[in-house]
């Protein structure tokens, strides 16, 4: 399986991005999707996750109320709609999916390549 993330660039604070990630191949049946980051010098992070369905959605406290992760199965594509962008925002953005609804990165099986995402303040 491939994931094929896009979207990333540069973006001022206050500002939104929308991510996407588009799956091509086989994985495992019904895979639940995630959203992780790493920013230079820093471990790669939790950033959102949903399920196969969509529904059911888990988020890391600092993106709660800001970012909005979607589905479309149909498309073989999942979103990360991010709002009122932070310089802290400023990761690279990876893609993976995994059996269910975890948070930790070690527990997904499948990885996109990354997209930069860069907050200017």
């Known amino acids: 399986v491939q994931l094929q993330a896009s979207g990333g660039g540069l973006v001022q604070a206050g500002g939104s991005l929308r991510l996407s990630c588009a799956a091509s191949?086989?994985?495992?049946?019904?895979?639940?999707m995630g959203w992780f980051r790493q920013a230079p010098g820093k471990e790669r992070e939790f950033v959102a996750v949903?399920?196969?369905?969509?529904?059911?959605?888990e988020y890391a406290d600092s993106v709660k109320g800001r970012f909005t992760i979607s589905r479309d199965n149909a498309k073989n594509t999942v979103y990360l709609q991010m709002n009122s962008l932070k310089p802290e925002d400023t990761a690279v953005y990876y893609c993976?999916?995994?059996?269910?609804?975890?948070?930790?990165?070690?527990?997904?099986?499948?990885w996109g390549q990354g997209t930069l995402v860069t907050v200017s303040s």
């Open positions: 949903i399920s196969w369905s969509g529904g059911r959605t």
């Open positions: 191949g086989r994985t495992f049946s019904r895979p639940a």
């Open positions: 993976a999916a995994a059996r269910s609804t975890y948070t930790d990165y070690a527990d997904y099986d499948y």
